[in-house]
């Protein structure tokens, strides 16, 4: 069965550090594949989406995932992170040809120091 | 801007109860998506439906069903709760093409007692 695996359940970070969150997917056709990001009480937002192409995607906020097909990756970057990034992320791939459904990681909660 | 609204954002519930969940979107979306989300799981799909009245089990359907009556709501239904069913319920809609991403409804907190 096709899964998502997210490596980090929680991730805590001071303010600058550099960001990068893992994820894993297991299926050998095409894929895409999605970070979204959770705020405290707040619905879940998409960061950014790889679809085709660059396999170097940017997002919202100076976030950046590579897509790497040989590793079945798609980890989530970001250079230096504000407290303002504390949130919940999610991975996520949708299978070709399947109605869209998404198969998500288990998450991983980003705690950011001021 | 896509809007996709949950109907409550926080409801308590007896075991046994037969509990309905609403979503409503904005944006004439044929996909629609229901998730739990749980600690350390993630978001697992429940149900989804790509047409009025059209429906397809996701991974968790068992104790759940669903009603798409019209294109803008789609509706989960607990027939008779049980405490296991306690959790966070996420709507999501999503536009026909292939290339469109889920939105989603801020959520439902559901306690079942």
């Known amino acids: 069965a096709q899964s998502v695996s997210q490596h980090n359940h929680h991730v805590i970070l001071s303010e600058a550090a550099s960001l990068e969150l893992g994820c894993n997917y297991s299926y050998g056709g095409t894929v895409n594949l999605f970070w979204y990001v959770q705020y405290p009480g707040q619905h879940l937002q998409l960061l950014l989406k790889y679809f085709s192409g660059d396999p170097l995607v940017k997002g919202i906020k100076g976030f950046e995932a590579e897509f790497i097909k040989s590793k079945f990756s798609f980890n989530l970057r970001k250079p230096s992170v504000q407290w303002s990034d504390t949130a919940e992320y999610f991975c996520?791939?949708?299978?070709?040809?399947?109605?869209?459904?998404?198969?998500f990681g288990q998450g991983t909660e980003l705690s950011v120091k001021p | 801007d896509v809007k996709v609204t949950q109907s409550s954002r926080y409801l308590v519930k007896r075991t046994g109860e037969k509990v309905f969940l609403e979503c409503v979107q904005d944006m004439d979306h044929e996909n629609m998506f229901w998730y739990r989300q749980d600690p350390g799981l993630g978001l697992r799909l429940i149900y989804f439906s790509y047409d009025v009245k059209m429906k397809e089990k996701g991974d968790i359907p068992e104790g759940y069903s669903v009603s798409r009556e019209k294109k803008e709501r789609f509706s989960l239904i607990l027939e008779s709760a049980s405490t296991n069913q306690t959790s966070m319920y996420l709507c999501?809609?999503?536009?026909?093409?292939?290339?469109?991403?889920?939105?989603f409804g801020d959520g439902t907190r559901l306690s079942i007692l």
């Open positions: 999501a809609s999503r536009g026909g093409g292939g290339n469109l991403p889920q939105h």
């Open positions: 996520a791939a949708s299978i070709y040809n399947q109605g869209g459904k998404l198969i």
